[in-house]
């Protein structure tokens, strides 16, 4: 991969995926390997038009952001690895299917085992990592370095 991304924006497309701000959009443009944002009809860096950016698909990628549902399926894959390798089995009634799960979740965590919280956090920051270099990945852009966990990684 020729394109490198260096770690400061490797680290705002994290903390983006992290954030799922919904009322933010965030970029990867391919041509300047710069991070760019869209809010509100207002673009950063200012020298670009954010309708441009969300009309040229080729060279502004948009960054895949931690859904509810994705979060929901990775609480699944945790419980059941901390099942298995802990045998702790009180952390698998932590986790409901009803709505807002993923908050009661994190709640029943953080006041019965804040211990496991700890490791939700680190497991989570993960996923993200792996989810961002992936999309870089797939989009030929190589990351520099490992960089820190996604700020945010805890919700």
Not at 34 to 49: A, Y
Not at 59 to 85: C, G, K
Request: with cysteine; aromatic share 6%.
């Amino acid at each position: 991969m020729a394109c490198v991304l260096d770690r400061q924006a490797v680290e705002v497309l994290r903390a983006a995926a992290a954030a799922g701000d919904r009322t933010v959009d965030v970029y990867l443009d391919r041509e300047r390997l710069v991070v760019v944002k869209v809010k509100n009809g207002v673009c950063t860096p200012g020298d670009l038009d954010p309708r441009d950016v969300e009309r040229d698909e080729e060279r502004f990628a948009e960054i895949p952001v931690v859904t509810n549902i994705t979060e929901y399926l990775w609480m699944q894959d945790f419980v059941e690895e901390h099942v298995e390798s802990r045998g702790d089995q009180r952390v698998a009634a932590f986790l409901d299917g009803r709505a807002g799960a993923n908050a009661r979740f994190l709640k029943r965590l953080a006041e019965q085992a804040p211990a496991v919280l700890a490791d939700w956090v680190a497991f989570r920051a993960a996923r993200i990592d792996e989810m961002t270099r992936d999309w870089l990945r797939d989009l030929g852009v190589c990351p520099a370095g490992p960089g820190p966990p996604a700020r945010g990684a805890g919700t």
